[in-house]
């Protein structure tokens, strides 16, 4: 039977009056007073209803506090246990979460109510919906002007062990062969000797030498070879999702190749040829690989950024993926994502890979400036864009001013121009210029796309672009934040579907942290002379009064004062 509880409704008396006037202060000062009042009714309790029966069965959990305890678990960094405990004993999470009977029908959750509740959010992707639903309500809440955001990504380490290739081949055979042991005994006891080899008490005989690990490879690869053969043609086996493990590795590590007799040969593929998406572990088979950061997943984070600071800088946009993922393709799904939503930049500060021009060109049609720096080598101190163009983007003249003596327009739209090779040769700029020296002519070739590239190289260098794009590293603050203060970086869960709930809600929870560090941050005094001039004159008072008592002493290190000197004279009078 489901039960929820309408929190827009205020209570007649306040529940929690007998906690006194001190430490309530202490509440409203809290993330709970935030959570309260502006975010449990705006949790969508109302999309769990299709796994609850409306009539039937034992009431349910209040919905909005179990969505609640998933976000606060996962803000907090909680393990399960903590968070059960938390939700029972911690009065600031029975606050927030508007818990106001003492029963252990409303103040106790057991942790298979937990699992479950998380396991459908995760399932069903619940968390983008409590992502939005309490962005787009603290965007209200502070009026929040997204023109200006600033875009990149965070890795994500998830709960599995690091393998090295011998280990990922050992682990995954062995998993196999663990569930086909328990679904298929007659299948697994007529494998014979392969059963011993990866038995876990014979786990030192993969731990080989370096120079011995080419040839445990080989022989890795002909069991795995052997297992997938055998069971090729059995549809149950086959069906087994750790079979389709074996499979998948075994395709992404080798290749089977004829000899001279016609017999299939196993041949391991080099390691700069097995992707990065290939299987890093049996147990997390969603996790990629990135040769910068090494294994686990990504998080897209855009978020925006005031210059004034005055307003919170609130994360907009959140999208987990694999760590092989390239951050080339993330810009254009977070502005679109944004822009459903209301939220989309005017302009948008990234790093040098989410600036391709294809990316920069795409933004700009959906009226959006990106701001980043260019991939490439640099230019000569000399660049294409400082050649001088016409309305139609056609080279009239080079920096110097020489005249091209001739143009030719490609088939594909791009242009040469042609220079007098004798004017080229007595120009003293020559070494620093892009024009390319021929035996009889200098040349240079541009199109469309090398055009607009070098004219942002051009524009780096200015004061104006450096001042604007300074801003992109706050977003690195953000990434520290989501690691000291929510636990981001290294997850105790492992699997998309889990990953993405604890990053997602981590993220959200920031939003919500962030808020309240902005809104208490404004109801401080603001500390200025304004208003203590009393004060002010005290202590004038104080000094003054030292210096005529200290008088003779500063004669010996000043020498004499002159005959009309007053205190007065220097001491500063506030009105």
């Not at 009065?91 to 479950?116: C, E, F, G, H």
């Not at 697994?188 to 000797?193: E, K, N, P, S, V």
């Not at 524009?459 to 604007?468: G, I, P, R, S, T």
């Not at 105790?492 to 981590?506: D, N, Y």
């Amino acid at each position: 039977m489901i039960y929820v509880k309408d929190h827009k409704q205020r209570d007649m008396f306040n529940p929690f009056a007998h906690l006194g006037t001190k430490r309530l202060a202490l509440l409203e000062t809290s993330w709970a007073h935030l959570f309260r009042e502006k975010i449990l009714h705006n949790l969508p309790a109302e999309k769990l209803f299709q796994f609850y029966d409306e009539f039937k069965g034992r009431k349910t959990k209040e919905l909005y506090a179990m969505l609640g305890l998933v976000l606060i678990q996962q803000m907090e960094d909680c393990t399960d246990t903590d968070a059960i405990d938390n939700f029972a004993l911690n009065l600031k999470w029975q606050y927030a979460l508007n818990i106001t009977d003492a029963s252990d029908v409303a103040s106790y959750v057991s942790p298979r109510t937990l699992w479950k509740v998380r396991d459908i959010v995760a399932k069903h992707g619940l968390q983008d919906v409590l992502f939005e639903n309490i962005t787009d309500a603290l965007m209200k809440m502070f009026t929040l002007d997204p023109s200006k955001q600033r875009l990149d990504s965070i890795h994500i380490f998830s709960n599995m062990a690091h393998l090295g290739r011998i280990r990922i081949f050992v682990r995954t055979i062995r998993t196999f062969l663990t569930n086909l042991k328990r679904q298929h005994a007659k299948e697994y006891q007529a494998l014979g000797d392969i059963i011993l080899r990866y038995d876990k008490k014979s786990d030192g005989a993969f731990a080989v030498k370096p120079t011995e690990s080419a040839k445990k490879l080989v022989e890795l690869g002909d069991d795995c070879f052997y297992l997938v053969t055998r069971f090729k043609e059995h549809s149950v086996v086959g069906d087994m999702a750790s079979y389709k493990q074996l499979v998948r590795m075994f395709t992404e590590q080798c290749i089977v190749e004829k000899d001279t007799n016609n017999a299939s040969k196993v041949v391991l593929k080099a390691s700069k040829d097995v992707s990065s998406g290939s299987l890093q572990n049996p147990s997390d088979p969603d996790a990629g690989y990135c040769g910068h950061k090494g294994k686990g997943y990504q998080m897209q984070v855009m978020e925006t950024y005031s210059e004034d600071k005055s307003q919170p800088n609130l994360i907009t946009h959140v999208k987990v993926e694999a760590a092989n993922e390239s951050d080339a393709y993330a810009l254009l799904p977070a502005l679109e994502d944004a822009g459903k939503r209301g939220l989309a930049p005017t302009e948008l500060l990234a790093d040098t890979l989410y600036g391709s021009d294809d990316n920069v060109e795409k933004a700009k049609e959906l009226k959006i400036t990106v701001i980043a720096p260019v991939m490439g080598a640099k230019e000569n101190t000399i660049g294409l864009a400082d050649f001088t163009f016409d309305e139609d983007d056609k080279i009239i003249a080079c920096p110097e001013q020489q005249l091209p003596t001739k143009t030719k327009i490609g088939e594909n739209g791009g242009a040469t121009v042609y220079f007098d090779k004798a004017v080229c040769d007595r120009c003293h700029r020559q070494s620093e210029c892009a024009v390319k020296r021929e035996k009889k002519s200098c040349t240079i070739s541009y199109d469309a796309k090398s055009l607009r590239l070098s004219r942002r190289r051009k524009q780096e260098k200015e004061v104006a672009f450096k001042e604007k794009y300074r801003y992109r590293s706050g977003i690195e603050g953000t990434m520290s934040d989501l690691d000291r203060m929510t636990g981001l970086k290294h997850l105790r869960v492992r699997g998309m579907p889990q990953v993405r709930l604890a990053s997602v809600l981590k993220a959200t929870g920031l939003n919500i942290l962030r808020s309240v560090a902005f809104k208490n941050r404004l109801k401080r005094p603001k500390k200025t002379i304004q208003g203590s001039n009393s004060s002010l004159n005290d202590l004038f008072g104080v000094v003054k009064e030292h210096i005529l008592q200290n008088m003779k002493y500063f004669k010996k290190i000043f020498g004499n004062f002159p005959d009309d000197f007053q205190t007065d004279d220097f001491m500063p009078q506030v009105a």
